[in-house]
């Protein structure tokens, strides 16, 4: 496995959790990276994004101003803090390794993808 996400989990309405992706094989530091999330009998959805260098992101207009994006290169990991969680955000989040430096938010620029971490939130 390469991309492997965690830090998910059940969290109450207005509650925050950060989920994390490292990258074993450590082949997406030139790369771009993303998070998407997929709710049961949905299709998947663009989350976040992220360029290979961190100085460019880019989020769902559902989740601006409460997720935010970040990598560390040096530890090959990427996350995501997610704060004031709402119902609506439950689903299973996958982290992705874009083809490109800069990517956007079409699941077809990514290559890899981890195995999804859980994320559920009570109302």
């Known amino acids: 496995v390469q991309l492997q996400a965690s830090g998910g989990g059940l969290v109450q309405a207005g509650g925050s959790l950060k989920l994390s992706c490292t990258d074993s094989r450590r082949t997406s530091s030139n790369n771009a990276m993303g998070w998407f999330r997929q709710a049961p009998g949905k299709e998947r959805e663009f989350v976040a994004v992220?360029?290979?260098?961190?100085?460019?992101?880019a989020y769902a207009d559902s989740v601006k101003g409460r997720f935010t994006i970040s990598r560390d290169r040096a530890k090959n990991t990427l996350y995501l803090q997610m704060n004031s969680l709402k119902p609506e955000d439950t689903a299973v989040y996958y982290c992705a390794t874009a083809r490109r430096s800069y990517s956007g938010t079409d699941a077809r620029e990514y290559a890899y993808w981890g195995q999804g971490t859980q994320v559920t939130v009570s109302s």
């Open positions: 992220i360029s290979w260098s961190g100085s460019s992101t």
